[in-house]
T-cell receptor, first 111, second 113 residues
Framework: GESVGLHLPTLSVQEGDNSIINCAYS??????FIWYKQESGKGPQFIID?????DKRQGQRVTVLLNKTVKHLSLQIAATQPGDSAVYFC??????????FGTGTRLLVSP | AAGVIQSPRHLIKEKRETATLKCYPI?????VYWYQQGPGQDPQFLIS???????DKGSIPDRFSAQQFSDYHSELNMSSLELGDSALYFC????????????FGDGTRLSIL
């Protein structure tokens, strides 16, 4: 069946470090992926997306890498800040409508 | 920029009661999605609408129904509420379907006593 998962449930880093959050997906037909950030009491916030015809996309302080060969997705956050502390989800677009979310990773940033 | 608006933010109901959650999408967004998120879990897709027609259905119980109105807002109607329905309910919207980012509201926290 379809599934999107993460390897690490919690990632602790020091302020200023680079963070890498990983995600594995199982549906090789998926062609669109999104990373979301969710803070306590709030809805998932769009960070960055990538289509399957790309293997890398950069935003402000964030980079998403897609490896279709091994069905792996990662989110890199440069110079992590305390405000980056949140739960991060990868999500897979499996068709026209629904997103399949992976298990979130909690990022903890220490000053 | 305008975001997705959900109301109410918090709702407390008892078992077997009904509830209605409302969602107002980002202006000019024509597609609405509903997700349910249990404590410590990832959001699970319930149902979606495009141009006021249901377009996809996920793990939505038969006790729940939803619709999208002419002004594109959507309502999720929940009946015969059960303890297990306690969760965060998110609405998201997008402009069109397919490879478009879905933008989420801050959810309705539903507590069943």
């Amino acid at each position: 069946g379809e599934s999107v998962g993460l390897h690490l449930p919690t990632l602790s880093v020091q302020e200023g470090d680079n963070s890498i959050i990983n995600c594995a997906y199982s549906n090789s037909a998926s062609d669109y992926f999104i990373w979301y950030k969710q803070e306590s009491g709030k809805g998932p916030q769009f960070i960055i997306d990538i289509r399957s015809n790309m293997d890398k996309r950069q935003g402000q302080r964030v980079t998403v890498l897609l490896n279709k060969t091994v069905k792996h997705l990662s989110l890199q956050i440069a110079a992590t800040q305390p405000g980056d502390s949140a739960v991060y989800f990868c999500a897979e677009n499996t068709g026209f409508q629904k997103l399949v979310f992976g298990t979130g990773t909690r990022l903890l940033v220490s000053p | 920029a305008a975001g997705v608006i959900q109301s109410p933010r918090h709702l407390i109901k008892e078992k077997r009661e009904t509830a209605t959650l409302k969602c107002y999408p980002i202006p000019r967004h024509d597609t609405v999605y509903w997700y349910q998120q249990g404590p410590g879990q990832d959001p699970q897709f319930l149902i979606s609408f495009y141009e006021k027609m249901q377009s996809d259905k996920g793990s939505i119980p038969d006790r729940f129904s939803a619709q999208q109105f002419s002004d594109y807002h959507s309502e999720l109607n929940m009946s015969s509420l059960e303890l297990g329905d306690s969760a965060l309910y998110f609405c998201a919207s997008s402009s069109g379907r397919g490879e478009r980012p879905q933008h989420f509201g801050d959810g309705t926290r539903l507590s069943i006593l």
